[in-house]
């Protein structure tokens, strides 16, 4: 499973990966991968507009917040 | 009720003189720190929480289908309640375009959105008190308004960088969030705002409370009164390198009214401070050619400049 973090590499951006990782360390989610899409046209083709976003596997869970570790994790268990 | 916690701290139980300069000056400052941070937490908060309701992918739709002069009173009015944050400035830029919202429509969100900011509302309205920020609010929004009509009837197109026309965005559906995930949402911007300016709102309530002791009356009635005609261009350019700082800035001046800078003075370099900065100016860069960037800089100076005397000449 990939977990996208989308952003150009803003504050915001760093805090959600350091909370994704934490949310995979946690919870024992051994396939995630966490993958940095720091392209702009990339972002926009996923059609989010506000950073950070976060995507799995190509699919657009949150834009424009910074999730907190919980969060995070129930979006990555359901989709295990 | 923070004052006179204030008094009884300062001139009950440390013996300070409400005469003295120091005791003054210290009263000034407990009394506007208790008061700004009971403000920052409550308004950021509520405001977070509106702004859930409002992510940019949804005013974008609201944009696109209107005609132009509609769309800018109603990309500025968007621009208060729409979460920004200048690092995602290129991403919203490129969507609001590529969804059709005509430029002039898009420059009044991006003038609107950073110019009438929480921390700068709440600022002025503990500072100030109601009547001076909703005056801020009004005149950022016809700054805004009119300052992309104008961007708007110039025509620019050609100028904003030719691949931001060539992406293809996609619609993502919209999240919709839980009344939880609202609130978590909203705590968790006043934590981020608060962490981020706390401190200059101490810095600039000290430096403010310093000048309110210590600096005499009519200190600035000379260079910055309302008979000089100078002060509003010069208070525009001393504005713009204190980007993000309306928590530092807007106290001391408080201080510098009371010392005798003009009312349309003070707003002008209050709105320079807010709205035009040069690390988002770099950041739009990327997607504005340089002619542009420096047109959209020039007319919401002019703007900003106009606000300052029209208030210099109505406000006696």
Redesign the interface.
Known sequence: MKVQIL??G????KLLEEHARQAIAEYHIDDAQIENIKD??A?????????PGLAVDGV???????L?KD?IATFLTRAS | MWQHFSDWLVFGTLGLSPKSALGSALDFFIYDTGKIFFLLVIIIFAIAFVRSFF???KT?RFLEKLPEFLGNILAALLGIVT???S??A???F???I?AGVPLGVTFSFLVSSPMVNEVALIMLWGMFGWKIALLYIASGLVVAILSGAVIGRLKLEKWVEE?VYK??????AI?TLSFK?RL??AW?YVG?IVGKVWLYVLAGIAIGGFMHGYAPADFLVKVAGPGVWYAVPLAVIIGVPLYSNAAGVIPIVKVLMEKGMAMGTALSFMMAVTALSLPEAIILR?VLKPKLLATYFSVVAVGIMLTGYLFNAVIK
């Open positions: 952003g150009t803003c504050s915001r951006c702009v046209e972002i926009m083709r996923m059609g989010v507009m506000s950073t657009v869970k949150s834009t424009g917040r910074v907190t969060q | 992510p940019p992918e974008k979460p920004f944050c690092c995602s290129v991403p919203l490129i969507g609001f590529e691949y992406i293809r965005g996609s619609e993502t999240e995930e978590v949402y968790g981020e990327k």
